[in-house]
């Protein structure tokens, strides 16, 4: 059975197109209202902006891509923790092209960030969000391994992973 999709939903994934597309820069509400079927109104009705939409967009295909990696990482029982870092660095390359015009897009969102504390604030709350699942997944491989780490140096260990990784 097929689930309609309501405006909200369908806006989403009108928004997540159009970062793959165009971009965060380039995306007009035109755009989203194009793709979606919905109308300019329903942009504001359910998510405020245009931007506040983006970026929710952006959350999601970072959740996604979380959440595809934790997959991977935890795939297989028995796995050492050097094994488990290599699915999941494996992973993030593999997924990479997949993932690029939302980090794009990221990036792209960072200048209208200085104006905007509503969206600097989203932002770094997702960032945080990422870098709260990256740790999560950490301490999960090493209690599978039976090592006992601290919040935060697991919280370290990932910001130094998500580092390596921005900077590809």
Request: glycine share 6%.
């Amino acid at each position: 059975m097929t689930q309609k999709l309501g405006n909200r939903e369908k806006l989403l994934w009108a928004a997540l197109a159009c970062l793959r597309d165009k971009g965060y820069a380039r995306t007009t509400a035109r755009d989203l209202v194009a793709a979606s079927g919905t109308n300019l109104a329903s942009i504001g009705y359910h998510f405020g902006s245009k931007e506040a939409l983006l970026h929710e967009a952006l959350v999601e295909s970072f959740r996604a891509w979380s959440a595809e990696i934790e997959r991977a990482t935890f795939a297989v029982d028995g796995a050492s923790v050097a094994q488990r870092l290599e699915r999941s660095l494996a992973t993030m390359l593999d997924r990479l092209d997949e993932i690029r015009p939302f980090l794009v897009s990221f990036v792209e969102a960072f200048p209208p960030a200085v104006r905007s504390p509503e969206l600097r604030s989203g932002m770094a709350d997702a960032y945080e969000e990422l870098r709260a699942s990256a740790a999560d997944m950490v301490l999960r491989a090493m209690q599978t391994d039976g090592t006992e780490l601290s919040r935060e140096h697991a919280e370290t260990i990932a910001s130094v992973i998500m580092a390596v990784f921005d900077g590809m």
